[in-house]
């Protein structure tokens, strides 16, 4: 249990990639972390693009960042939503802020660029997102996983692995 004593949000919205939330919460959960699955204001749960619904613990306005110790923002369509909500955006700049881990896959870049956090910072995404990633400042590289201090990337589904490897070792140390 690397990760006992651990508290970890995981965003959610509608159209979230379903495997991209579900499979770092349970390997989260496995490690022994508390995974809070919040969500942008209102609903008790979102779908996602597979319609496989999830239930929110909380909301991104009730959260303090300073109970985090990481946060994870799932790819899909959900990061455009995401990033229309301010209470999303500023509790991802603010666990940033803290010096705490922000980990995005897929799409999920879009939502710590609106953060303004990756200026200067190296990562990735699904090859969509690169021009983006660019335009706000950051260094896109093609690998199947990328940390740049507490900021760790990932391209999509298949990097998982990596993904989830490289969010416990960093919380584990």
Same mark, same amino acid.
Request: hydrophobic fraction near 45%; proline fraction near 5%.
């Given at each position: 249990?690397?990760?006992?004593?651990?508290?970890?949000?995981?965003?959610?919205?509608?159209?979230?990639?379903?495997?991209?939330?579900?499979?770092?919460?349970?390997?989260?959960?496995?490690?022994g972390a508390s995974v809070l699955v919040v969500g942008s204001?209102?609903?008790?749960?979102?779908?996602?693009?597979?319609?496989? #619904?999830?239930? /929110?613990?909380?909301?991104? %306005?009730?959260? $303090?960042?300073?109970? *985090?110790? @990481?946060? &994870?923002?799932?790819?899909?369509?959900?990061?455009?939503?995401?990033?229309?909500? #301010?209470?999303? /955006?500023?509790?991802?700049? %603010?666990?940033? $802020?803290?010096?705490? *881990?922000? @980990?995005? &896959?897929?799409?999920?870049?879009?939502?710590?660029?609106?953060?303004?956090?990756?200026?200067?910072?190296?990562?990735?995404?699904?090859?969509?997102?690169?021009?983006?990633?660019?335009? @706000?400042?950051?260094?896109?590289?093609?690998?199947?996983?990328?940390?740049?201090?507490?900021?760790?990337?990932?391209?999509?589904?298949?990097?998982?692995?990596?993904?989830?490897?490289?969010?416990?070792?960093?919380?584990?140390?």
């Amino acid at each position: 249990m690397k990760l006992s004593g651990k508290t970890i949000a995981i965003l959610a919205e509608d159209l979230f990639e379903d495997i991209e939330l579900l499979y770092p919460y349970y390997r989260l959960l496995e490690e022994g972390a508390s995974v809070l699955v919040v969500g942008s204001g209102g609903a008790k749960s979102y779908r996602g693009k597979h319609d496989i #619904a999830i239930d /929110v613990t909380t909301q991104a %306005s009730a959260v $303090d960042p300073a109970t *985090l110790d @990481a946060l &994870i923002v799932p790819g899909g369509y959900a990061p455009d939503r995401m990033r229309r909500h #301010a209470d999303m /955006v500023s509790l991802v700049r %603010s666990v940033f $802020d803290r010096g705490k *881990l922000v @980990a995005s &896959i897929c799409h999920a870049p879009w939502v710590p660029i609106s953060a303004g956090i990756v200026r200067g910072k190296k990562m990735t995404g699904t090859v969509s997102v690169r021009d983006d990633v660019v335009n @706000a400042g950051g260094l896109w590289v093609d690998q199947e996983v990328v940390a740049d201090g507490n900021l760790i990337s990932s391209r999509g589904p298949g990097d998982l692995p990596a993904f989830m490897r490289a969010i416990i070792d960093h919380l584990a140390r």
